[in-house]
Every structure is written in structure tokens, then in C-alpha cells.
């Protein structure tokens, strides 16, 4: 069983950064795949980004790429959302998400695993 607390959310202009936590309960959580999704008003739950379980590997989101990066500590158990140049269509609630198979995905449907969010709002 994992638990994941998303943190970092906030206020910000559009240009601005924020950087997203997910930390995680569970001995096993280096070994999950882990992604990020965000959930607009009125919108369906869309990818963001994922990494491996290694951290050797990571996809992103069309919308996002170049603009965000996503890492992990596996010694923290935690990972992180890097968001840089936000843009107003980026706000939504992000929620961080894992995976128990080893395998890597991008599905939502796939994810095992879920946080509370946290609430991202970028103003113009």
C-alpha cells in the first residue's frame, strides 16, 4: 500500500514557476512508476509527465514539454514537478499518481495509486 501527498500549489503569474512535491509512504514506492495529471474545471484528468521507477526514463505531456521536468528521490521517496514559463491554461488541480507493475505508462487508467492534489492557479 502507498500514500502520496501532493504539496507545492499555489498562486503564481503567468512566466512564473512553481515546483511540485509527491511524497510517498511505502518501502516499495522506488520501485513505482510515478506521473503527474491535472484535472481543469469542466475537464476530463489529462497526463502531465511520468517517470520510471529508475528515473532513467521520462515522458511528457505535448502541452508541457520544455516547460516542465519531472525528477525523483528515491531516498526521500519523494517526486518533484518542476514547473517553469506557466502559462493560464495550466491551471488545474495536479495530483500525483502511482504505479505498482514496473511498467512504464503514460494511461491514467493504469495508475494504482493516488494523492489529494494540489491546486495550481497561473493568473494573466
Known amino acids: 500500500q502507498v500514500q502520496l501527498a501532493e504539496s507545492g500549489g499555489g498562486l503564481v503569474q503567468a512566466g512564473g514557476s512553481l515546483r511540485l512535491s509527491c511524497a510517498a509512504s511505502g518501502r516499495t514506492f522506488s520501485r513505482y512508476t510515478v506521473g503527474w495529471f491535472r484535472q481543469a474545471p469542466g475537464k476530463e484528468r489529462e497526463f502531465v509527465a511520468a517517470?520510471?521507477?529508475?528515473?532513467?526514463?521520462?515522458y511528457y505531456g505535448d502541452s508541457v514539454k520544455g516547460r516542465l521536468t519531472i525528477s525523483r528521490d528515491n531516498a526521500k521517496n519523494t517526486v518533484y514537478l518542476q514547473m517553469n514559463s506557466l502559462k493560464p491554461e495550466d491551471t488545474a488541480v495536479y495530483y500525483c499518481a502511482a504505479e505498482s507493475s514496473v511498467v512504464f505508462t503514460t494511461t491514467l487508467g493504469d495508475y494504482d495509486y493516488w494523492g489529494q492534489g494540489t491546486q495550481v492557479t497561473v493568473s494573466s
Open positions: 517517470i520510471s521507477w529508475i528515473g532513467r526514463t521520462t
